[in-house]
C-alpha cells in the first residue's frame, strides 16, 4: 500500500530532528565552567589558570583541566611535571598542586613530544579526562579549551555536562571575529555564555597612562551584540607573564597585586551569580 503524503513528511522530519545527546557530568565536582576563546594567542590558558585560583581565593574548591591536547599549557602555568597514578588500572588520580587538582595530557607525555593524531583519537582523550579521572569533592572545575570551533569543542558542548562558558579575546577586530563564531557555536549547541573578559585590555606606562595597544572596548562592544555580560579587563602585565612562565600564577602567588584583585572581582561575579 502506498504511503500517505503526509506519513513521509512526517518520516522526513524526524529524520531532521537534531540528534538529542546523552550528556554526562564530570563526576566529583558541582560545577563544570569552560574557559573558551575561539582565537589562538589572547592569552586563554594564563587567564583560565589565574582565575581558578582566584575563585580558591574565595574559598571554593577547584580543579583545573586542561583539554588543549595538541597544546598543553598547565604543566608550565604550575610547574608540574609528575605521571597521574591509577589505582586501578582505568581510572587516574588527578595530580595537585597549590591545593589545586590538575589534569592534563601534558602530563602523560613528555613535554617536546608532537601529540599528531586525528580528531577520534583526541576525543577519546578528552573522554577518558573527563570521565576516567577521579575529581574528588570539586566545587568547581575550570576548563582549559583549545582555541576554535572543533571536535573538542563539539565533544564537551554535546556529550558533557556543561554549566556555562566564558570567552576570552583581546579588543583587536581580527580576534574578535573568531569571538563571535564562537558565542554563536554555544549558542546553537546550547552551552550557556556567562561572558566574556577582555585580555591585554591596556599596558599601563611608568607614567601612569593607560595604553590600549590592542584598541579599546571591542570586547565589551561585543558582549552587547550578543546581549553577553561583560565580565572585565585584564591589563597587559609583565608581573602576569612572568609568573606563568615561573609556574605560580599571579592569583596565587600574590593575591593582593592589582591584577590579582581585577582576577578576584570577576571570580566574584561568577561566584555570587552562579555558585
Known sequence: MTEKKEDIDRAIKEKLKPKQFVKNPINGTKFTLLISSAKGGVGKSTVAVNLAFALQSLGLKIGILDADVYGPS???????????KSEDGKALIPLEKYKAQCMSMGFLVEEQTPMIWRGPMVISALKTMTQKVLWKDLDIIVIDMPPGTGDTQLTFAQEVKVDGAIIISTPQDLALLDVKRGIQMFDKTGVKTLGLIDNM????????????????S??????????????????????????????????HAEPN??????????????KDSYL
Open 201 to 216: 585590555s591596556f599596558f599601563k606606562g611608568d607614567d601612569g597612562k593607560e595604553y590600549k595597544i590592542f584598541g579599546e
Open 257 to 270: 597585586h592589582e591584577v590579582s584583585v581585577i582576577f578576584k572581582s570577576i571570580a566574584k561575579k561568577i
Open 74 to 84: 598547565l604543566p608550565k602555568l604550575v610547574d608540574l611535571n609528575e605521571k597521574p
Open 218 to 251: 571591542g570586547v565589551e562592544k561585543t558582549a552587547k551584540e550578543f546581549n553577553k555580560d561583560f565580565l572585565g579587563s585584564i591589563p597587559l602585565s609583565q608581573d602576569l607573564r612572568n609568573s606563568a612562565d615561573k609556574g605560580n600564577p599571579l592569583t
